[in-house]
């Protein structure tokens, strides 16, 4: 990926959908999410996804309640009065636990095998283990639920015995809070490490996905084209380990609220009618003024996303380029750059903190006001004496845990916009990898057909830029028979690499029929030799690392390279070493003409791919390449290149051409010059 996409942002009819903060966000995420839950390729299976992921919250509440009810009876077996103090908030509890598996327990019941039912029917392989895993942290998670209910009844005894001065009992709480949190202690920590596994597996799974989709159809050499995608390379690293990461989080966050609604709504509705309305007036006001506010924060957190990326960039840029900045002693300019970079991402982050803040104005003093407002509202009851003070400080404490509940979206919004902002690129992202999979039958530009066959050859070829299209060469024709050579030569910029690029499919935009051999019988040598990260043995080799060839082929063509050398140099095949720097470029050309021989294809392409030989070595490599009956097309300026080649393509860089055998070419080039 270039820097120069990094600039670029979402289109203005984009960038308005995705700075929403609404219901689209919840859609976005499980269009994301659904494949690897829920891998059916349906209409609608996003929302039998979802309700899927309802059943198994529901079912999940049963075992909450035979966990709570299981502690609860052991503790009551040890301490006696524990079941008789503090049976009111545990019946609320579980009462509101209890209501609902009850009606749903043998729905639930049905969930597991149908989950695992439509997973195997996928045509995707089958994967249920990580249900398996989000069951099990559900469990734990409701566990841990359960526990903290205890343990606060339990530190709720133990402190009232300390004040009151009893000693049997404060030991014998002290013993029992000892118990707890020796079982809990189990829970807490594989429900850290459940989640953090489920992360990773997940992970792990859309990382293969999206790498799978990112190298299928070319989608990495296309997304540069894409002004609209910056720097895949953060989408696929960061932004899906943040997504997979946060997902499991709000999804736990999210589920303990839902506790919190069941368990306490009782509790309030019971208290005070009034003021469970005012509680969800409340917080549904909150939640709207944020929602509004918070969409500014979710554009400002993609930005940072995209800035901090693109500062990176540029300092990868400046290692892979370490040699032609010191070279041209360009320190002060890349380090300009750099802080230009640096600089955006700064300002950024400025106004987003600046919104934070703003926003902190609102969300401070909303949160204050619920520590006072339900007494607020109660206190005319009290001081009328309807209610007791023991109602007031419960129906408190109930409608706190509710408002974190509903007000969630307030609380939790940075965290919330920032998530949603990974949501909008890993979106964006998909939606191109998609468009990538499924070629579209209408494009605003006609295309070359390519045809596979037995030789090369191109009918009436018109090769047009991809982009602002701009033609370069009309109504080419030529047949290039087996064992043949082709030398295009031009001046520069006239076309000579597009054309190749069109043989190879990478470009395609015009007119015309390519007919060539299916690509694996083909080999591209690029302008700039590229050298992969890895062994001797894996350049040699590349892109076929599996080839089965003996380390004295390696060496026989390392010799016909004039590189024999080389292994000596380097310690052997297997050494690993940055290529790119440590080889001449003439080396890492003569490299390159080893890997085509060691490919053993039939048919050569090479662009301007002995250009840094010496002239000995360049008529040293074409020599074997005619005499292995390789069908090859060259790129060069130099006409030494000529003579290897039974033809010559001119292209004169206004679309014309001419096709000639190099014998006459080579006159016609004299009696001009
Ligand atoms: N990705 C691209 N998108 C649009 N135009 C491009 C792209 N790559 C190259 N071009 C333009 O297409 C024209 C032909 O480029 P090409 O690389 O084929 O030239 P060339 O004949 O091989 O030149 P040289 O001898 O300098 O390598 C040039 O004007 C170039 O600027």
């Given at each position: 990926?270039?820097?120069s ?26 269009a994301?999410?659904?494949p690897?839950?829920?891998?059916i ?9 979802l ?9 999940l509440f ?10 609860t009876l ?12 503090t049976?009111?908030?545990?019946v ?5 636990v209890f ?30 283990s ?8 559900l469990?734990l998670?409701l566990?841990v639920?359960?526990m ?8 709720n005894f133990?402190?009232?015995a300390?004040?009151e001065?009893d ?16 079982i ?14 489920l992360?990773?597996?997940?992970r ?9 989709q ?10 540069n084209a894409?002004s609209s995608?910056d720097?895949p ?6 932004d899906?380990r943040?997504?997979t ?12 609220a ?15 009618l009034?003021l469970a309305i005012?509680?969800?007036g409340?917080?549904i ?9 918070g ?8 930005r940072?996303?995209q ?9 990868v ?10 070279f041209?002693?360009g320190?002060?300019?890349?380090m300009?750059q ?16 600046g ?13 204050y006001a619920t520590?006072?407002l339900p007494s ?6 009290y ?6 003070f ?9 409608f706190n845990q ?5 007000a969630l ?8 916009s ?17 468009e990538?999979?499924?070629?579209s039958?209408s ?9 596979e066959?037995?030789?090369?050859a ?6 047009m ?5 701009r ?18 030569v031009?001046h520069s910029?006239a ?15 015009g007119?015309?029929?390519?007919m ?17 990260l890895?062994?001797l043995r ?5 892109p076929?690392?599996d ?14 390279v ?7 140099r ?11 720097t ?5 080396e ?10 060691l490919s ?15 002239l000995a ?7 074997h ?6 069908t ?16 010559v393509?001119e292209?004169?860089g206004?679309?014309?051409w ?8 080579q006159l ?5 010059s």
């Amino acid at each position: 990926m270039n820097g120069s996409a990094l600039n670029g942002n979402e289109p203005t009819s984009a960038k308005n959908r995705l700075n929403r903060f609404d219901l689209s966000l919840l859609k976005r995420f499980a269009a994301i999410a659904q494949p690897y839950w829920y891998p059916i390729e349906e209409k609608n299976s996003g929302r039998i996804f979802l309700g899927l992921v309802l059943l198994l919250i529901l079912f999940l509440f049963a075992l909450l309640t035979v966990v709570v009810a299981a502690l609860t009876l052991l503790i009551q077996q040890i301490v006696p009065e524990f079941m008789a103090q503090t049976a009111g908030g545990m019946v609320a509890i579980s009462r509101g636990v209890f209501s609902v598996p009850q009606v749903f327990l043998p729905i639930a019941g049905l969930l597991i095998p149908a989950i695992a039912f439509f997973s195997v029917r996928s045509k995707a392989a089958p994967r249920w283990s990580q249900w398996v895993f989000l069951g099990g942290l559900l469990t734990l998670s409701l566990c841990v639920s359960g526990m903290n209910v205890i343990i606060s009844y339990v530190g709720n005894f133990f402190m009232t015995a300390l004040s009151e001065r009893d000693a049997p009992t404060f030991w014998r709480f002290f013993i029992v809070y000892g118990g707890v949190f020796a079982i809990a202690t189990p829970f807490v920590v594989y429900y850290r490490f459940v989640q953090d596994i489920l992360g990773l597996r997940w992970r792990d799974w859309m990382t293969g996905k999206f790498l799978g989709q990112y190298f299928s159809n070319r989608a990495y050499y296309d997304i540069n084209a894409a002004s609209s995608i910056d720097n895949p390379d953060q989408r696929i690293s960061e932004d899906i380990r943040n997504f997979t990461v946060q997902s499991l989080a709000f999804f736990l966050i999210f589920l303990g609220a839902f506790i919190d609604v069941l368990a306490f709504t009782g509790i309030l509705l019971s208290k005070s009618l009034f003021l469970a309305i005012f509680l969800v007036g409340y917080a549904i006001f909150g939640t709207v003024v944020v929602a509004i506010l918070g969409r500014r924060l979710i554009a400002l957190n993609f930005r940072q996303l995209q800035r901090e990326a693109n500062f990176r960039y540029g300092l990868v840029h400046v290692r892979d380029n370490a040699e032609s900045i010191a070279f041209y002693q360009g320190e002060q300019q890349e380090m300009g750059q750099l802080r230009r970079r640096f600089v955006d991402v700064l300002r950024n982050f400025n106004f987003l903190i600046g919104w934070q803040r703003n926003m902190g104005f609102f969300r401070t003093p909303y949160r204050y006001a619920t520590f006072i407002l339900p007494s607020a509202i109660l206190a005319p009851v009290y001081f009328s004496g309807d209610i007791q003070f023991g109602d007031i400080s419960q129906a408190t404490f109930a409608f706190n845990q509710i408002f974190d509940a509903f007000a969630l979206v307030v609380l939790q919004i940075n965290q919330l916009s920032e998530f949603a902002a990974g949501v909008n690129r890993l979106e964006t992202f998909t939606e191109f990898l998609d468009e990538e999979d499924t070629p579209s039958l209408s494009t605003d530009h006609s295309e070359i057909a390519t045809e596979e066959g037995d030789r090369i050859a191109l009918e009436n070829v018109t090769l047009m830029t991809p982009r602002n299209p701009r033609t370069l060469v009309d109504d080419l024709n030529l047949n290039l028979g087996t064992g043949e050579g082709l030398v295009i030569v031009g001046h520069s910029g006239a076309g000579k690499s597009s054309l190749l690029r069109a043989i190879a499919g990478l470009w395609n935009t015009g007119d015309g029929m390519i007919m060539r051999p299916p690509l694996s019988d083909m080999i591209f040598l690029p302008q700039r030799p590229y050298m992969v990260l890895g062994t001797l043995r894996e350049q040699l080799l590349y892109p076929r690392l599996d080839a089965n060839i003996s380390n004295d082929e390696l060496y026989e063509a390392l010799q016909r390279v004039n590189l024999k050398d080389l292994p000596e140099r380097v310690d052997g095949f297997d050494t690993e070493l940055d290529w790119a720097t440590v080889l001449s470029l003439g080396e890492q050309q003569r490299l390159a003409f080893a890997r085509l021989l060691l490919s053993k294809a039939r048919y050569a392409v090479l662009d301007e791919a002995t250009s840094a030989l010496d002239l000995a070595n360049e008529q040293h490599l074409y020599e074997h390449l005619k005499n292995t009956d390789t069908t090859f097309i060259s790129v060069g300026h130099r006409p030494s290149l000529l003579q290897y080649h039974k033809y010559v393509l001119e292209l004169k860089g206004d679309t014309n051409w001419q096709l000639l055998p190099t014998e006459e070419y080579q006159l016609d080039v004299n009696a001009f010059s």
